[in-house]
């Protein structure tokens, strides 16, 4: 009655006789096993989820960061599982904590913030290599749970996320004010091809200010007066810089009028030659 033994359906059992294991595995369900000289040890076969505790390592662009993660993993094998290895729970879970540590350090902070698909399936071939042929053991999922950044780097992100929004808005505010001024430009040409489309445009802001209710009403000033205005104004002012420029001939001519004449000596003729040697006495003119 001490040998009768029953196994649960998610899992499988491994008869040691005498220390030795014996082939074939005992499925789930009532086996009979010698209580004197066997040993029966059961192996749970259902996914166990394994939380990896948080590591802190530093990035491949030299950003500090603590990350843990969670691993899905099972036994496939339930004879390695007991035999190659002491405690496959505890080995596992070592392996993925070496394994994240070295996943972090080979990917840049970016690749962990916005790319977790790609890190989680690194994640799960790095840990997978090492378990399932010698341990017996399938990795199914590894999936980063937290990735915790320093403060200042928190500050810096949020500042650069500040500044692309930023720069978004410009660009947008800047092509609106773009087309804009492009429909101005049209709406411009038609209207100088037709003044009275002009006068209408202004009645047409009159009415929308007096739609507001305000006690301001603004009267546009017609354009033709203002033309007029434009034509009067340089009269008066042409005027001035023909006086100024009447006075400064007549200032010059006198100047002209007071200088002194230069006159040539009568005992030169104008074929008489002088020459000197330099730095020597002079010499009588030659007779002509």
């Known amino acids: 009655m001490f040998g009768f033994k029953i196994i649960n359906q998610y899992e499988q059992g491994l008869v040691f006789r005498f220390g030795r294991a014996l082939p074939g595995l005992r499925q789930p369900g009532l086996t009979w096993v010698n209580p004197f000289t066997d040993r029966l040890r059961k192996v749970n076969m259902q996914i166990v989820a394994a939380a990896v505790p948080s590591q802190e390592a530093i990035t491949r662009d030299n950003v500090t960061l603590r990350v843990d993660a969670v691993v899905y993993y099972r036994v496939v094998d339930a004879l390695k599982a007991i035999i190659?290895?002491?405690?496959?729970?505890?080995?596992?879970?070592?392996?993925?904590?070496?394994?994240?540590?070295?996943v972090i350090g080979q990917s840049d902070m970016d690749q962990l913030l916005s790319?977790?698909?790609?890190?989680?399936?690194?994640?799960?071939?790095?840990?997978?290599?090492?378990t399932e042929q010698p341990w017996g053991i399938r990795v199914e999922r590894v999936e980063v749970k937290d990735v915790s950044l320093p403060e200042s780097m928190k500050r810096s992100m949020s500042?650069?996320?500040?500044?692309?929004?930023?720069?978004?808005?410009?660009?947008?505010?800047?092509?609106?004010?773009?087309?804009?001024?492009?429909?101005?430009?049209?709406?411009?040409a038609v209207m100088a091809a037709d003044p009275a489309a002009l006068q209408l445009r202004l009645l047409q802001t009159v009415v929308e200010v007096a739609a507001e209710k305000n006690s301001t009403l603004v009267m546009p000033v017609p354009v033709e007066l203002l033309r007029f205005f434009d034509r009067a104004a340089p009269a008066p002012a042409r005027a001035t810089p023909a006086a100024e420029t009447q006075?400064?001939?007549?200032?010059?001519a006198q100047a002209l009028a007071t200088a002194p004449v230069l006159a040539v000596p009568a005992i030169l003729s104008p074929s008489t030659v002088v020459t000197a040697p330099l730095n020597g006495a002079e010499k009588a003119p030659a007779p002509a």
Do not use: F
Request: charged share 30%; proline share 1%; no cysteine.
């Open 159 to 188: 500042r650069q996320a500040e500044a692309e929004r930023e720069r978004r808005a410009r660009i947008i505010s800047a092509d609106g004010e773009y087309q804009a001024s492009k429909k101005l430009a049209q709406a411009a």
């Open 115 to 130: 790319e977790r698909d790609k890190i989680n399936t690194h994640l799960k071939e790095v840990i997978d290599a090492p």
């Open 84 to 102: 190659n290895v002491q405690n496959y729970t505890y080995a596992v879970s070592q392996v993925a904590q070496t394994s994240l540590r070295s």
């Open 247 to 252: 006075a400064t001939e007549a200032t010059h």
